[in-house]
């Protein structure tokens, strides 16, 4: 036969605090306590799939605010040949950061001279090229996350 315990009332069991954020070197907990059933943990992240305009731009919303400038990573989704090279600029309002503002770019090929090659019109063709152009319509995964 079990011996028998008296109840212990919720409010000496469960935790009505919100659990802390996650730590760079989190250890085990020290509270006699368990959260309750419906608690959830901060969210650290926003990630975000978009689609460059064609200016090589997109403005993302994160989908959370951060207290500190976040850590911002740029993926390439789908298959571009070149994969572009992207920037990122973190957008503040107020207090908090709420947004980035995207520009992702790819190399572009040299041009093709056929012919005889005379130097002056090969420098005159090259004068005015550009080795990158904006990655128009390409795909970008953006993941920002909590400084810790």
């Known amino acids: 036969m079990m011996p028998a315990f008296p109840p212990v009332p919720d409010a000496l069991v469960l935790a009505d605090t919100l659990p802390k954020a996650e730590t760079k070197t989190p250890t085990a907990g020290t509270m006699p306590m368990a959260p309750r059933a419906d608690h959830q943990h901060p969210r650290l992240t926003s990630a975000s799939n978009h689609t460059l305009g064609s200016d090589g731009f997109v403005d993302v919303i994160f989908t959370r605010t951060f207290d500190q400038e976040p850590a911002i990573v740029c993926?390439?989704?789908?298959?571009?040949d070149p994969v572009p090279d992207f920037t990122a600029t973190p957008v503040k309002t107020g207090d908090v950061w709420t947004g980035a503002r995207i520009y992702g770019e790819r190399k572009r090929a040299l041009p093709l001279l056929?012919?005889?090659?005379?130097i002056g019109p090969v420098v005159t063709a090259l004068a005015g090229f550009k080795p990158w152009e904006p990655a128009a319509g390409a795909r970008v995964s953006v993941i920002a996350l909590q400084a810790s």
């Open 75 to 80: 993926l390439a989704l789908g298959s571009s």
């Open 114 to 118: 056929t012919g005889l090659v005379l």
